[in-house]
């Protein structure tokens, strides 16, 4: 259950032991001390068709069981439809130097019958990261930022020996403005030593002619000999030929890890027979500040302008003027009040009509009522004036005869 996805906020962290020495004991010598307190923080992706040795590798190469064996886990018996994101985060130590290394993998890349999309939720992934950051960086309280950057791109190329197939092609062109992307050539101990070094040649060309950006280590003026040709060493090998083993064999009476051969052993952490030395030297020995600087000065810098120029925010190159964030948000937030308090302003209008409307037809309602009460009221009167005049002429003993009363109305009776 160490598995979790990686827009997640919440991220499940492993304990390992390390079983043997690795390297990042050597952190402290890239940035300033104070770091060592907090720990660092690394995050590596890796990418490439399944079985390509990609487990096996971060496990060789943090020397931990990050990964489970595959023979533990239970086989899924549906086939999934699309790459999926996966991260694991451990917390390892080496010599009391503290590291919080997450791996991301896609599993799923290039493992379906149409593999045209395969990128794109890799770049969804990344780019959401960057988001998730800039999102924090806009905040008033930026003092507890979680980095959850990708910080470099391990992608693995299948040990086939002739060039980089269309997928690959596809991936490098999409990614590497985005990401630091690290071409290893997996299982390399598949290939011949001839073999390996013309696929490099090979494979390098193809990066070239598709002016696809792989890492390269910056020089710096203030290097100095030694680790200008360190450097020159370590690039020298991209694309790493990389071997990956959990298992280990006694060669000249020594342990080492590697896989057996019925000719040999090939030894992963011997340089004459592959470049996981290498490759682990520059990921963790001397480039893990250098690839998470690059990710931060670089390529989310340009992100980040990319994404305030499409929204609208202009920098003016010549004068550098620098996009208030803050100020942003409260512009945003006035906006957003203002729309609310029109929209209120609406509906109490409209509420307010509903309201004269009723009562407008209520106080019509009432005046029939009251113009009915009065004609009853004035017909009742009538009757009862009637009635007492009736009665006075009987009380004053003057009945009205028939007679009397139809002379009255002008009639004449023949007696
Ligand atoms: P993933 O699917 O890319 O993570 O691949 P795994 O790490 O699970 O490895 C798949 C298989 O390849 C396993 O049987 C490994 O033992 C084997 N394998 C891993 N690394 C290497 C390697 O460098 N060389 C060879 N020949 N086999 C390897």
């Not at 990344?126 to 800039?134: G, H, K, N, V």
């Not at 929204?311 to 003016?316: A, L, R, S, T």
Request: glycine share 4%; hydrophobic share 35%; net charge neutral.
């Amino acid at each position: 259950d160490q598995q979790a996805n990686s827009t997640s906020s919440a991220i499940n962290v492993v304990r390992k032991k390390l079983a043997g020495y690795v390297g990042f004991a050597n952190l402290p010598n890239q940035v300033h001390r104070k770091s060592v307190k907090k720990g660092f923080q690394f995050t590596c992706m890796v990418v490439g068709e399944s079985g390509l040795g990609k487990s096996t590798l971060v496990n060789t190469l943090f020397n931990t069981g990050l990964y489970p064996p595959k023979e533990n886990v239970e086989p899924t018996h549906e086939t999934p439809q699309t790459v999926e994101i996966q991260s694991i985060t451990a917390d390892i130590e080496e010599n009391g130097v503290k590291l919080r290394l997450t791996v991301v993998d896609s599993p799923g890349f290039g493992d379906f019958v149409n593999n045209e999309q395969s990128w794109k939720p890799i770049l969804d992934s990344i780019e959401s990261r960057f988001d998730a950051y800039l999102e924090q960086e806009n905040r008033v309280n930026r003092r507890r930022m979680v980095d959850n950057r990708i910080h470099a791109c391990l992608y693995f190329i299948a040990p086939t020996g002739h060039a980089l197939k269309p997928l690959d092609i596809e991936f490098m062109r999409r990614l590497h403005t985005r990401v630091n992307l690290i071409p290893v050539i997996a299982k390399a101990d598949t290939l011949t030593e001839e073999e390996v070094y013309a696929f490099k040649q090979r494979i390098l060309a193809d990066i070239n002619y598709h002016k696809i950006q792989i890492y390269q280590a910056p020089a710096y003026e203030y290097d100095d000999q030694e680790t200008i040709e360190e450097n020159r060493e370590i690039m020298s090998k991209i694309p790493f030929a990389v071997v990956g083993s959990d298992k280990q064999f006694e060669v000249n009476g020594k342990q080492v890890r590697g896989r057996k051969y019925p000719w040999g052993v090939i030894e992963v952490d011997n340089e004459e027979h592959c470049d996981f030395v290498k490759l682990r030297q520059m990921l963790i020995r001397t480039h893990m500040e250098e690839l998470k600087e690059y990710t931060n000065d670089v390529l989310y810098e340009n992100y980040r302008t990319e994404k305030l120029t499409a929204m609208g925010i202009q920098q003016d190159p010549t004068v550098f003027k620098e996009v208030n964030p803050v100020q942003k948000m409260e512009e945003e937030r006035v906006a957003h009040e203002q729309k609310l308090a029109k929209m209120e302003a609406e509906m109490r209008a409209v509420f307010q009509a509903k309201v004269q409307e009723k009562e407008s037809k209520l106080k019509h309602s009432e005046e029939e009522l009251y113009a009915r009460h009065k004609q009853m009221k004035e017909a009742l009167d009538k009757q009862r004036l009637d009635l007492e005049e009736k009665r006075r002429r009987l009380e004053s003993g003057r009945p009205i005869t028939p007679e009397k009363s139809a002379k009255k109305r002008g009639f004449t009776f023949n007696k």
